[in-house]
Each structure stands twice: as C-alpha cells, then as structure tokens.
C-alpha cells in the first residue's frame, strides 16, 4: 500500500462493522469500567504489548486509531502521543536519562531541547556534546558512556542534511540508539527507520494537523527500543486529548496534498529569491548548492514549505525586521506547518559551529496562498529596503 492510500485508509475505527462513519469516532473517558476483577486484571496485562482501553491518560480508541496510521507510515512497532512536540523530544531524553550517562546531540536540533538540558540534564549528571549540525565529526565524540544520540534533518532554520544510513551505522557498531526529529517531513518526506533510526519524533502541532489549530507530539518507536515508552508517559502524567487526535487525524488525510503544494509555491518562490541582489544565501534543501544536496534527493521524496534566506552585506537586522513588518500575507508566528503563509527574523541557535558574524537571518513558511500573490509582496518589502 502507497503512503497516499495509507494517509486515506488506515486510522479510520472498527472495519469489522457492518456500517460505521467514514471517520472514526471521539472517544472522552478519563475511567474506564470494567465487568470484573479478573477483566480488570487481564486488560492491564494486556495492555503492557497492545493497544488497549485502560485508563484515560493511556489514550482513547481515538487516540489509538492516530498512533496505528503513524505507525503504518513510519514502520514503527508503536507510538505515543503527547500534549507537544517538546514534550515527545523530552520524553526520549528521560526515557535514556540516569547519572553518568552521556548524550549526543546535533547542533540544529530545535532551539528548546537545549532549555531541557541545561536546566535539567546536565544537574542530574548528564553529559552532553552538541556535534556538527550534519553529524559528520560524530564518530569522535561517542565515549563508552554514551546513551543516545539525538538529531534532526533536515535541521532546524538553515535546513543541515545528515546521512542517516552512516549515521545509524556508526551508533549501531557502539550499541547507541538514534532519535530524530524528523517534523520537516512529518511522515511523508522521509522515513527514517528504513533507514536505521530507532525513534522518530513528530510535531504534529505542524504538518500532520495543518490547521495550526492544536499542539500534540508523537514518539513512533521500533520494537527493541520500546522498552519504558509505554511506562513514562502514564507515571509523568503526559496525554494528549482525543479531540486533539481526531482534528491530526483529519488533517493527515490531506497531508500529501498540501506537501506537494506547499512544495510548488516554494519552489517558486526561491526562484524569485535567486534574482533580488538583496539576498546573499538562500537555505533550501532543494536547490543544488544546499549542503548534501545529493543525500537530500537520494532519501526524500521532496521538500516541504520553509525556506531561510540571509540578507547581503549592508543590511542589517533592524532592516530585516523592517522587510518583515512590510509584508502583507506573510505573519509573524514562532510555528509552521499550517496553511498560512509566515516570516519571522531568527538566529540559528548553533554551538558547535560559529554562526555569529552571518545574517541577519529570516525563515520563511510558505503556506496554501496563490504563489504569484506572495512573490507579489515579497518584491514590494525587498523593493522597500532599496528605497
């Protein structure tokens, strides 16, 4: 099965019925009765390898119906889902966290995980190395304490590829598991695990909803890692609504679609960037010129709607801030993945690398909006710095 006919299929409740909705239904419940004792007893076994109703912090029929389409999409053997994509990357870090341990993590990966480890890793014992944003120099800083090693790719605002397969091959040789944030292709772009990842983490906040209507996380997770992920969420309380499932499940129906529309109008748009002087850099994973292009195109299926350009020489912060204040479709807003089109000013947060003498920076989402009609107001705000 395709993953088009996937995204349409599978998630969708009960197929034994002999009738039933098209979609499947919102189950709320926070306690689950049971007929006896002995009931009780065997759903609790049960649960420890199934999806099953429970309690209802440990999710929903609804719930269950989102984790088995992202399974099916990742080839994972389960999935959790939580109140955020922080939360799922949190959760990973925990699931591997003890005193002495070490942790090895890309440098663009997204910007909060760091809040996490300085503020909670690192004062229970935990070391951490940030390596290259492309995990090239990954080999030298694994030590035989080393735990996991988490990364993200593309990476987070300038787009870093990392070749998953040497990657994996490495970790594996020392036993280390790899994490990834694999948001920008939510699923559909790129699946890590055929490539050797072990844990795939999504925001669904993002793409897979669309809507920029809700928060939810996901962690899909093969069978040797699984291990406490059915225990963690439960005993630190993290949940994600069933409501909240049903709209990430509604979205995903339409996920391909929007990809290769997002995709279309961005696509035009860098080529637009390419003609304004005014533009020194243009990162976008799809253009030849991106650093490990030619791993890009080998593994993804394509690129989705963010685009980060850097300003040339003589035009300063306050003038990129100005550009953005200009721009009439595009609004300022710290997520993507939605329908909307946006334009926030950023720094890379990068330590392994030195990126401070380089921007000013702004990333660009390119939401569902008539491409010519964006263009249109990307050259007046370009044209307005000129003036």
């Not at 990954?138 to 397969?165: A, F, H, Q, R």
């Amino acid at each position: 099965m395709k993953i088009d006919t996937k995204l349409t299929h599978i998630g969708r409740g009960d197929e034994t019925l002999d009738v039933r909705p098209v979609n499947p239904c919102i189950m709320r419940a926070s306690t689950i009765l049971f007929k006896n004792h002995d009931a009780w007893q065997a759903t609790r076994k049960a649960r420890e390898s199934e999806r099953v109703l429970s309690y209802g912090a440990r999710g929903t029929s609804t719930n269950f119906e989102l984790e088995k389409l992202l399974c099916e999409l990742e080839g994972g053997y389960r999935a959790q889902l939580f109140p955020t994509g922080l939360a799922s990357l949190a959760m990973v870090l925990l699931n591997y966290a003890a005193s002495g341990a070490h942790f090895i993590i890309t440098d663009a990966i997204y910007g909060p995980v760091r809040a996490i480890c300085e503020n909670f890793l690192k004062k229970i014992g935990i070391e951490i190395d940030f390596i290259k944003a492309d995990a090239s120099d990954v080999e030298e800083k694994i030590k035989p304490n080393t735990k996991l090693i988490l990364c993200e790719s593309p990476g987070s605002i300038l787009y870093e590829i990392i070749d998953l397969p040497k990657l994996c091959q490495i970790a594996h040789s020392h036993n280390i598991p790899v994490a990834i944030d694999s948001t920008y292709s939510s699923g559909y772009l790129l699946n890590p695990m055929k490539f050797g990842v072990d844990i795939v983490v999504i925001a669904a906040t993002k793409y897979l909803s669309g809507h920029s209507d809700l928060t939810m996380g996901a962690v899909i997770i093969n069978e040797k890692e699984w291990k406490n992920f059915n225990k963690l969420p439960e005993i630190f309380g993290f949940t994600a609504s069933p409501d909240d499932a049903y709209l990430v499940l509604r979205g995903m129906r339409t996920l391909g679609v929007r990809f290769k529309a997002h995709e279309k109008s961005a696509k035009e748009v860098v080529e637009f960037f390419k003609t304004r002087k005014e533009i020194k850099t243009i990162f976008y994973p799809a253009l030849k010129t991106h650093p490990n292009h030619e791993i890009f195109v080998r593994d993804h299926k394509g690129a989705n709607g963010m685009i980060t350009i850097e300003f040339a020489d003589g035009i300063d912060r306050q003038k990129a801030i100005k550009f953005v204040d200009d721009l009439k479709f595009f609004s300022i807003g710290a997520s993507w993945g939605g329908y909307e089109s946006l334009a926030t000013v950023t720094v890379p947060p990068r330590t392994a690398t030195d990126w401070s003498k380089r921007g000013p920076f702004v990333r660009f989402h390119i939401g569902l909006e008539d491409s010519d009609d964006l263009i249109d107001d990307l050259a007046q705000a370009l044209d307005k710095i000129k003036g």
